[in-house]
């Protein structure tokens, strides 16, 4: 009796010690609410401990894992940072692969841990080590979600071929020009692919094994609709608030392959999914107006559905090559000052906040090793690299870390007036400026924006109902004067600035 006894409550004290997934998360209601701050991490470099400052992490210097990553949390959630959208966590692929690490997004299999991300000294297991840093996350109030990849890699393929499409030879599909992965067969709406189906179910559950908060679909749209569906519901039955978001967005027309599967954003959207990805990338070459239709016809279309559903500001990503190489830090700034303005949920990308130009200066050249049948450091310059094991992601322009600071900060501060206030875009006398204000009960701010990263645009008129001459300014941001005249604001702007302006009581 005593023997049973102790076993009884032996197992009582650990189940006690299980934190179950799903039981305190809150993302999904911070993502439609758009009061999610997210930013996107590669946990390979995340906190790569390169000591000799070569860039490449060699030598036996020890790349970033779920252990050391956790001694980055504390310096993200002081940036005002409270979402973590991790890049993939699954095994990468080492045959036909690209750079000496592989992809991230090639992958060997959907249901383990990649044993790169494992430190080898612990005595915790692989999933222990990605539910700690999860639960550290979860400490200081960082919600974490997790990358679930599009295709898989060639090393897939051999060992689980029924998971493939195949051509009329027998041989796997190669996506547009991504030569390092294979397009998987997930069916169609009229017959899924079981197969795929069940690989897709064990992801998840390994996802909520570890205690994550949410999944984003890397292209989204290569899937059937009602393969998100069933994934989706599968999801929320174990956890009603897992968030997730599609990588789609609605400048996307077609798939990357004729063999493909095409789900736009919108059927996405009324599928699950919680949110997407605006086209908010090709600001870089909007003009004002552009700006301000893409602004409004994301609020019309998130407005157009019963369940609430949100938008990742997508200015910056792993795809995208860093502001500062197209045009210098203003651009960094006012895409932090975007961020914190906008009335929907902000992104950026892991090295963003310090200006990292994402060049390295080993990049496609011979490698001294390899864990890949590719003897090259293969990267897309200008952007994060997620191929190698590279240097922790990171600048030294202080302009733009205390631009990003100050701009969090307020976007924080002021959580009500940015993400429920009312938007109205202003008219303005010059087609590469852009105006809008927010407003929430008695605050209101004024946002003017220059689109030309070359030259300053002098005498900018734009008309703002109610304002007066005798309307008082505080600037948040930016510089210079500001005049009122009875429905107009008249201002100076520099190349690429950014004004905040508070319309004080």
Not at 190 to 206: G, I, P, S, T
Request: proline share 4%; with cysteine; hydrophobic share 35%.
């Amino acid at each position: 009796m005593k023997k049973n006894f102790s076993i009884t409550l032996a197992l009582l004290l650990t189940l006690s010690n299980i934190s179950f997934a799903g039981e305190n998360n809150d993302l999904r209601t911070l993502f439609v609410n758009n009061k999610a701050r997210i930013c996107g991490i590669n946990l390979r470099t995340f906190n790569a401990k390169d000591t000799d400052g070569n860039g490449i992490i060699d030598n036996g210097e020890v790349s970033g894992n779920f252990l050391n990553a956790i001694e980055r949390l504390d310096e993200i959630k002081d940036l005002n940072i409270n979402t973590l959208h991790v890049l993939p966590i699954t095994p990468t692929g080492r045959l036909k692969a690209l750079g000496t690490a592989g992809s991230v997004y090639a992958i060997s299999d959907f249901w383990s841990i990649n044993p790169q991300l494992v430190d080898k000294n612990s005595d915790l297991s692989p999933m222990e080590q990605a539910k700690k840093f999860v639960d550290e996350c979860h400490k200081r109030g960082i919600r974490v979600i997790i990358d679930l990849p599009s295709c898989g890699a060639y090393d897939l393929f051999l060992t689980h071929p029924e998971l493939f499409i195949k051509d009329s030879k027998q041989c796997s599909i190669v996506p547009t020009d991504w030569t390092d992965v294979r397009l998987l067969n997930t069916g169609n709406n009229q017959k899924l692919n079981q197969d795929v189906l069940d690989a897709h179910k064990k992801f998840v559950d390994m996802v909520l094994n570890i205690g994550a908060d949410g999944i984003r679909a890397d292209v989204a749209t290569i899937k059937p609709s009602e393969f998100w569906v069933e994934i989706i519901k599968y999801s929320r039955e174990k956890d009603p608030e897992f968030m997730y978001l599609a990588e789609a967005s609605d400048s996307w027309r077609e798939p990357p392959s004729r063999y493909a599967e095409f789900t736009p954003y919108d059927k996405l959207l009324e599928a699950g999914f919680d949110g997407y990805y605006g086209s908010f990338f090709d600001l870089k070459d909007w003009n004002a107006e552009k700006f301000m239709e893409h602004v409004k016809f994301n609020q019309k279309l998130l407005a157009s559905y019963k369940e609430p559903k949100s938008v990742i500001l997508s200015f910056t990503t792993h795809d995208e090559v860093s502001p500062i190489i197209l045009h210098g830090e203003n651009f960094s700034n006012m895409i932090s000052w975007l961020n914190a303005t906008l009335p929907f949920n902000p992104y950026c990308i892991d090295g963003f906040f310090s200006g990292d130009d994402y060049l390295y200066p080993w990049a496609n050249t011979k490698a001294v090793q390899t864990e890949t049948d590719d003897d090259f450091y293969f990267v897309h310059r200008g952007k994060l690299d997620i191929f190698n094991f590279s240097r922790k992601p990171g600048g030294k322009n202080e302009n733009v870390l205390e631009n990003f600071k100050r701009a969090y900060e307020f976007r924080k501060n002021n959580e009500d007036l940015i993400s429920s206030g009312s938007f109205v875009a202003l008219k303005s006398d010059n087609e590469k400026v852009f105006g809008y204000t927010r407003c929430l009960n008695k605050d209101a701010i004024i946002i003017i924006g220059n689109l030309d990263f070359k030259n300053p645009q002098n005498k900018v008129t734009l008309n703002v109902p109610g304002i007066n001459k005798k309307t008082r300014f505080e600037f948040i941001n930016g510089h210079g004067t500001v005049k009122a005249g009875r429905n107009s604001i008249y201002t100076d702007l520099t190349a690429g600035e950014i004004k905040v302006i508070k319309i004080k009581k």
